[in-house]
């Protein structure tokens, strides 16, 4: 099914009539369509499944005072070569109506699709949108009838946002290749701004630059990028488009003074009739100077700290940073859950202003104010992730991550925490990249900017450990599954937001910090009844939801769904990097990993340690160079238990040894008494492998692919 991507646009003359459907459909089609006898595909093209002959997409911003008037929208124009383009473009789905979530004071807007179809002989069948749409939930879905290869399908999208804006507004970033997953044969952008509008816009990787258009007119302002022949992108697995890929990127931003272009969250130039292309280091000096600075009530954080001792800076600040999690974070997660449910509004029970640190600037204010008040020296880092290019390319500050480094004997880098994080592990993306120091003064005032390059982590810190207990079930059709699971690094924090739910965690901290549970702050013995009720409720429901998911999980592992599932959590290594989340399940696995074959059995023991990477011919002739979110490991330990009566032959061929620079594969066999042991490593030694190294890595994928399809005999002795 294809769903309509709607990027941005309109010309001043469609603002005021942007409901008007004729107008819209004349604008695309009418007697100026530039591409409305496009129909013929390069000859090198003919073997593709579908050529865009026609990419366009417009972005349009006016004002009327407070009043802003944002249009946004796109055409393509596709010829289908073979059945599965076919079929890729029978069905599309749309919004029709919404409500826009800019400015102060929301209002509806309007999305207005037009779809036809050309036929080889020239002939047009414009699909009445309204007529063949169908309401699904808040979307509409039409099917296309009589589409043929050969067809030409032409859509546009039309989406219209009036909205108000008393201070300065910035517009979503748009960050996005040139080229498409089909090839381009013309491809145009254009906006429109007038004054007030503030634009950074830039092109990276080879992409054509952006033209400015005479408009005869001082206020008002259009600009274009054209391109032709753009090759399809292929997104292939561990790939970021923006560092390799011709693309562009920009950002528009509302400010109607001086004073708002103070407030303005941008790098803006210095005037609307200016581009701005790159920031400079005297703009990150300008922009975040002041910005940062010491504050927050420390007086909780005094008492924690009361009569306690710390061997180091190093030590106490961990113990804050959890602390503080705690007591600005998760302390507040049941009073979200009563206020999203609906029981009561219950931060009401935290006073007038309860202190919740909850943004990015918030966090890094407070920790100024306690490194400040502890005498530990501290740098303020300015950082942007991996996949959206270096930092020497930054142009939208909304890309912008920022970290605090304190400088104690081995320095320690806080990220705005989430229920999981750690003080001594940052964000995966921002690993190993070059980032900004900003040196203030007096703890405020920006003097330089400097560079960095932030510390990585290693494929043993970012771990994943099973260790599997199998035997077969009782009619020896399926396989018994008891295994425990740990989690170290960055693989920890991603499946502690997969695995733990709020009620996982929130009684440890209450308990380790003695603070008072949201049921403990409500006076009236009736009120805490109904909210102990109506709460215990959520979470029963909330553990259903939980295990069906991880059941889900184990499907989607094994491609079956398994049968008697049991979870517990043994530790949640939300304290300390190097603490381990630990966890075990249990479940069966029917009719599977087992076939008899006369009076022996198949054992597919190569399937127990879950899917691998299955690659393809055109996966092996890649051409794009590697990007990993972090080196890791993957360790499996498999206990199997031999049937009484049975031995087990074939064990040779699961014994693997691939490794290279780029990673391995290591695999082992053995037989313990009446135990079938096998041990698995698999890992990926860096973030970044060139092109030339992808054979390497194809080596032991295939290894650990190739491992999953071996079996070994229970033979009958």
Not at 494 to 516: I, S
Not at 534 to 542: H, L, T
């Amino acid at each position: 099914m294809r769903t309509i991507y709607i990027a941005l646009f309109t010309l001043f003359s469609f603002v005021a009539s942007a409901q008007d459907k004729e107008e819209v459909r004349e604008f695309f089609w009418g007697k100026d369509d530039p591409a409305k006898s496009a129909k013929d595909v390069p000859e090198k093209w003919n073997n593709e499944s579908a050529v865009i002959l026609y990419k366009y997409q417009f972005y349009d911003y006016h004002k009327f005072g407070k009043r802003v008037k944002y249009v946004s929208a796109a055409r393509k124009r596709i010829k289908l070569q073979d059945a599965a383009a076919v079929k890729e473009f029978s069905e599309f789905s749309f919004e029709e109506r919404f409500v826009t979530d800019k400015g102060f004071k929301y209002k509806k807007g309007t999305n207005t699709v037009g779809i036809k179809i050309v036929k080889p002989d020239g002939k047009e069948v414009i699909v009445d949108v309204e007529k063949e749409s169908k309401k699904v939930d808040k979307e509409n879905k039409i099917a296309i009838g009589n589409l043929e290869v050969g067809d030409i399908i032409d859509f546009y999208s039309y989406r219209f946002e009036p909205f108000e804006s008393m201070y300065a507004f910035g517009f979503d970033p748009v960050e996005t290749t040139l080229g498409d997953e089909y090839p381009i044969k013309d491809f145009k952008l254009a906006f429109n701004t007038e004054n007030d509008f503030f634009v950074n816009f830039n092109t990276f990787n080879g992409a054509p630059e952006l033209k400015q258009i005479e408009t005869g007119k001082s206020n008002d302002r259009r600009y274009e990028l054209v391109a032709s022949e753009i090759p399809k992108n292929d997104f292939p697995r561990w790939f970021y488009p923006l560092v390799e890929l011709p693309c562009y990127k920009f950002q528009v931003y509302f400010a109607r003074s001086g004073k708002f272009e103070k407030m303005a969250m941008a790098f803006l130039p210095e005037s609307e009739k200016i581009i701005k292309k790159d920031v400079t280091k005297e703009d990150i000096m300008t922009f975040y100077n002041k910005k940062y600075y010491p504050f927050g009530d420390l007086g909780q954080v005094e008492k924690f700290l009361k009569d306690k001792k710390f061997e180091s800076d190093e030590e106490k600040l961990r113990e804050v940073y959890y602390f503080t999690r705690h007591m600005y974070y998760t302390r507040y997660l049941e009073a979200i859950v009563a206020e999203q449910s609906k029981i009561f509004p219950a931060f009401q029970l935290y006073g007038m202003v309860p202190q919740f640190l909850g943004d990015e600037e918030a966090f890094i204010k407070y920790f100024m104010a306690f490194m400040k008040d502890n005498k530990i020296d501290y740098d303020i880092i300015l950082c942007m992730p991996r996949y959206d290019g270096p930092i020497s390319g930054l142009l939208i500050e909304k890309d912008i991550k920022v970290i605090i480094r304190a400088n104690t004997a081995k320095p320690m880098y806080l990220q705005h925490f989430s229920a999981f994080t750690s003080p001594d592990q940052f964000e995966e993306n921002l690993e190993n990249t070059e980032a900004f120091v900003l040196n203030l003064a007096r703890h405020k005032k920006v003097t330089d900017v400097t560079k960095v390059t932030l510390p990585g982590t290693t494929k043993e810190e970012n771990a994943s450990i099973g260790i599997l207990k199998v035997k077969t079930d009782a009619d020896m059709k399926g396989l018994s599954i008891d295994r425990k699971l740990k989690f170290l690094g960055h693989l920890k924090e991603d499946e502690q937001e997969r695995r733990l739910y709020f009620f996982d965690y929130v009684d440890a901290d209450y308990e380790k910090y003695q603070t008072k549970k949201l049921e403990d702050l409500i006076r009236s013995d009736k009120k805490q009844e109904k909210f102990q009720k109506e709460y215990a409720a959520i979470v029963n429901k909330s553990r259903d939801n939980q295990k069906e998911a991880l059941e889900k999980m184990v499907e989607d592992e094994f491609d079956i769904k398994p049968t008697d599932y049991k979870f517990s959590v043994l530790n949640s290594g939300r304290y300390g990097k190097g603490s381990a989340m630990e966890v075990e399940e249990k479940f069966e696995l029917k009719d599977a990993f087992m076939k008899k074959a006369g009076e022996n059995y198949v054992l597919e023991v190569g399937k127990i340690i879950g899917g691998q990477v299955a690659l393809d011919a055109k996966d092996k002739k890649r051409t794009n160079n590697v990007y990993m979110s972090f080196p890791r490991s993957f360790a499996n330990e498999i206990e199997f238990e031999i049937p009484s009566g049975y031995t087990v032959t074939g064990i040779d061929k699961l014994n693997k040894n691939v490794v290279n620079s780029a990673g391995g594969f290591v695999s082992s066999a053995k037989i313990d008494g009446t135990k079938l042991v096998v041990k698995t490593n698999k890992y990926y030694t860096n973030y970044y492998e060139p092109n030339a190294n992808w054979s390497k890595m194809v080596e032991f994928l295939e290894a650990a692919f190739q491992f999953t399809q071996e079996k070994v005999l229970l033979k009958k002795a």
